[in-house]
Each structure stands twice: as C-alpha cells, then as structure tokens.
C-alpha cells in the first residue's frame, strides 16, 4: 500500500487530496502542529483512514521526525500562509512557513530518505502569484516570475529550491504552479468575486432578521434608542465602496440590549463573506 504524508492538510487542498488519495488505495498521512488542532478531527471526521502525525514547517527536527515515522512513499507539501493580504501583515512569518518550510521539507526528504536513489516523490504546491506583474498572457512555466507580495516572493523561493533539490540532489521533486481555485472547502477569508450593491440588498432583503430602510424621513442614520424593543438589525444606504478593493459600505443599527452589536456584526459578515463579497 503507498504511503502519502501531506502538509496542509486542514486547507482546502489537503481535505480534497487527503480524501481522493485514500479513495486510490494509499494509507494517508497529514501533517498537523499540535494534536489539539481544533480543525484535526474535522479532516479526520472527512477522511476517517487519515492519519494525523505532529509536525511544524518552522521546525527542521520535527519534520525529520514525521518523515522518518512515516516512510512516506509521496510528499505533497501543500502547508503556506495562503491568504495574500495578511502575507503583507505577517511578511515575517509567510516567508518562514511559505518559504523556508519548503527548504526544512525538502532537507527532511534528503535526510531520510537519502541522496543516493531517494525512493521519496516530492510535490510542492506553487502559486500563480509568482508571476505577479506578468510579463505575458496567459502564462506559462517559462514566463518570469516578477512576485508582488510577500506570498509571492515566498511562493519564488520555494519554487526555484525544489528546481535546486531536484539538480543537486536527484530527488524526484516536482512543483506545480496552481491557480485560483475553489470550493465550499475553502476559507471564508478569501473573495473570489465582486458583489454589486445590488446583489448586497438583495441579499439583505432575503436575510431573516435584517430590515433594509433606505428613505428616511429626517435623511438621519437611526439611532440604536430608536430600535428599542426591536430584535431586528437595520441596514440602509447600501453602495460601493471605491476606497478599497471589492467594497461595500452600509450603515448598521439595532437595539444593542436586546440582541448585542457584535452578534449582529458577526450575521452581517458572514452573510456577506459566503457571499463572496468584501466589507
């Protein structure tokens, strides 16, 4: 039976490649720091002949540990920060586990698994952010990379090491360039689409326990006083937002002892992220 060990596996990617890896046979292991992981028994729960093994893409020892337990037959290394935005907040720690934990998985396959006929198959997941700027369109594996975020430039260095493991060392080590793809399985951070005003209202007006005013008679924003004794959540003046990317701006109001400001706030965006939009 083929043994596959995957990082990232609580991702998107790694729930899917997890499932369909079992559905072929293979015995599946996924690699997760710390065993209290609050999504672990989720992918588990999906794929219940999964395997969890400890592991951290910042720690070299660990990763060593996890592939000497295994004896992984395939490596997908599919474990980033992959929200780009926040790549700009955290550019420290993206480049640590975006990019340099691609080096530590691939010092681990070496190590383990030897340099002289390395029976380990390693996969990296590369990104469509490595082009960035782009030079040409549509792109392909020999369009340069001009990244434009600290996602991007991680994604390089990852990119450009499996291409030196795979000369220097012989490992059979293949990248993948992916990109934007998605599904109910992926996190409710990311925006695939624009919505319109228009759609934003719609979807309002169809939201129990919203009320959408948008003629008032004093022209004034209402106040939560007037709201009293009212559990709905009042929204009005509903437009886009053009000082930001896939903006919507609206006023938001309701009697704050009867239901709570944060828990209408966490409705309204949750409405609006499944709807793919951005607030």
Partial sequence: MPRALITGITGQ??????????GKGYQV???IRGQNNPKGQMVVDETPSLELVDGDLRDLSSLIAAVEQVQ????????AISFVPLSWKQAELTSE???LGVLRMLEAVRIVGGTQNNPIRFYQASSSEMFGKVREAPQNELTPFHPRSPYGVAKVFGHHMTVNYRESYGLHATSGILFNHGSERRGIEFVERKITAEEARELFENFPGIKVIDDLPNGQYPKPSDCDGDDAVFIGRIREDLSCDNGL??????????????TNAVQI?????RSQATV
Wanted: with cysteine; aromatic share 14%; glycine share 12%.
């Fill in 13 to 22: 990617d790694g729930r899917f490649l997890a499932h369909f890896l079992a």
């Fill in 249 to 262: 701006a609206f006023w938001c109001v309701s009697d704050n002892l009867r239901k709570g400001a944060a």
């Fill in 269 to 273: 965006a949750e409405l609006l992220v």
């Fill in 72 to 79: 992984p037959d395939e490596v997908y290394n599919l474990g």
């Fill in 97 to 99: 586990i975006t990019g």
């Fill in 29 to 31: 292991f996924g690699l």
